[in-house]
């Protein structure tokens, strides 16, 4: 059975910074796609990173572009978030495909991923 967990959630000020991680475990594939995704109160869920588990060219959203960085390191996958936003406040999930698609880049969309972590809750305050 393939698992995800997430980590790292919290409170912090606007313009801090933290770490989210997440790690997959039970996916026979080695080189498959991984996510990160937020929905808030109302919201649909946002798509908001994503790469393959061997790494290569991460996929961003425009809203995180530039202040999100995902990355790995071995089993583990990070969502490094600076300059955090009132707005950003949401919570916060990571996602594992069973597959990926060998010829492109992982995409951040909803229908690539078949398994969701418990989310982790994320609050920033001005």
């Known amino acids: 059975e393939v698992r995800v967990t997430e980590s790292g959630g919290g409170s912090v000020q606007a313009g801090g910074s933290l770490r989210l991680s997440c790690e997959p475990s039970?996916?026979?594939?080695?080189?498959?796609?991984m996510g990160w995704f937020r929905q808030a109160p109302g919201k649909e869920r946002e798509g908001l990173a994503a790469?393959?588990?061997?790494?290569?060219p991460a996929t961003y959203a425009d809203s995180v572009k530039g202040r999100f960085i995902i990355s790995k390191d071995n089993a583990i996958l990070y969502l490094q978030m600076n300059s955090l936003k009132p707005e950003d406040t949401a919570m916060y999930y990571c996602?594992?495909?069973?597959?990926?698609?060998?010829?492109?880049?992982?995409?951040?969309?909803?229908?690539?991923?078949?398994?969701w972590g418990q989310g982790t809750q994320v609050t920033v305050s001005s």
């Open positions: 790469i393959a588990s061997v790494g290569g």
């Open positions: 996602a594992a495909a069973s597959w990926r698609n060998y010829a492109a880049a992982c995409p951040a969309t909803n229908e690539a991923y078949a398994y």
């Open positions: 039970g996916n026979r594939h080695t080189n498959y796609c």
